[in-house]
């Protein structure tokens, strides 16, 4: 079935947006499970043309997985009327040829989210997502060949590294010791991902956040161990759709610096001020473009 709104599926799925990692790809076609209603539906997505042609497996109506899809991959989004915004802006007019048809790729799942822009401070895009992928595939439950992302309290539950597992468990040689979360390249995260579990286990309600402003959601998620500015805003932004967020970090301070303010040396705190009140509802997806146009338009190289 074919869904007509403009998206480029592949880069939207390579943009290293932390809801969660690529989907499995197979020729030019992306597949993943996903829980709509607690029920788990396998999902194969394609380009065909400027848009996205759909199949899914599972027990849920075509409506509702429509209805899953045009959220996940943000599909009832005015892209035409936001290049119009950027068009009429000298500063930002060039982005959307070199990134049309970008979209938001949102959080099936907002814990996910949560681990995963954790999991991506200070590391690569390569590297967070094949640690997600493994944390999936180690502890999550398979569908076909697909898997869910734990429960925060299954994950709460799993050993930090070789000495934990080592320690509380029966095994005799510390080498045979895999079944822990550094072992899937989470490095020094690995603490804040179990107090991260435990807190949504036994105090925080993720489903909650949905319904706050975002300035108390953003207070909310400041509370999670190892979530800064950054983390907090990409986790409001790809986790719970909160379009006011623009998670600022160096590259963003540097882009929006030479933007905006002739190059001067500005705080990340500066730049995230600056860029929800100039953008707005327009924020998160400006911040999108930004990242982007600056990678393929040569304007990062430049900047380093």
């Known amino acids: ?10 880069l939207t799925q390579l943009s290293g947006q932390t809801s969660q990692p690529p ?4 020729g030019g076609c992306y597949s993943n499970v996903v829980l709509v209603n607690d029920k788990p539906v396998i ?70 989210c949560v681990i995963s822009s954790i999991c991506s401070a ?7 997502t094949k640690s997600i992928s493994d944390i999936k595939q180690n502890w999550g439950n398979r569908h076909e060949n697909y898997y869910t992302f734990p429960r925060s309290c299954e994950l709460a539950k799993i050993y930090l ?27 020094y995260r690995a603490p804040y991902m179990r107090k991260a579990s435990e807190l949504f286990t036994l105090e925080m309600d993720l489903q909650e956040i949905f319904s706050m402003s975002y300035d108390e959601a953003f207070e909310t998620i400041l509370e999670v ?6 983390v907090a805003d990409c986790i409001l932004l790809y986790g719970f759709n909160f379009r006011e967020a623009f998670p600022s970090d160096v590259w963003i301070k540097r882009i929006v610096s030479h933007l905006y303010f002739d190059g001067k040396d500005i705080s990340v705190a500066k730049v995230r001020e600056f860029g929800m009140e100039e953008f707005g509802d327009y924020a998160g997806y400006v911040q999108l473009y930004l990242f982007h146009y600056a990678r393929k338009s040569g304007l990062m190289s430049k900047l380093k």
């Open 23 to 26: 989907w499995m790809q197979v």
């Open 1 to 10: 079935m074919i869904i007509e709104s403009l998206i480029d599926l592949e």
């Open 225 to 230: 161990p190892g979530v800064g500015p950054k």
């Open 161 to 187: 590294d070789e000495e934990d597992e080592f320690n509380s468990s029966n095994i005799q040689d510390i080498s045979s010791c895999n079944n822990n979360l550094k072992n899937c390249g989470v490095g």
């Open 122 to 128: 200070n590391n690569s895009i390569k590297r967070w």
């Open 43 to 112: 999902f194969n997505v394609k380009q065909s043309g400027e848009f996205l042609d759909f199949s899914f497996k599972g027990e849920i109506s075509q409506k509702e997985a429509i209805s899953r899809l045009n959220y996940i991959f943000d599909l009832d989004f005015d892209l035409n009327g936001f290049y119009n915004y950027l068009d009429n802006r000298a500063e930002l007019s060039e982005m959307s040829k070199f990134c049309n048809g970008l979209r938001l790729f949102l959080a099936p799942d907002p814990f996910e």
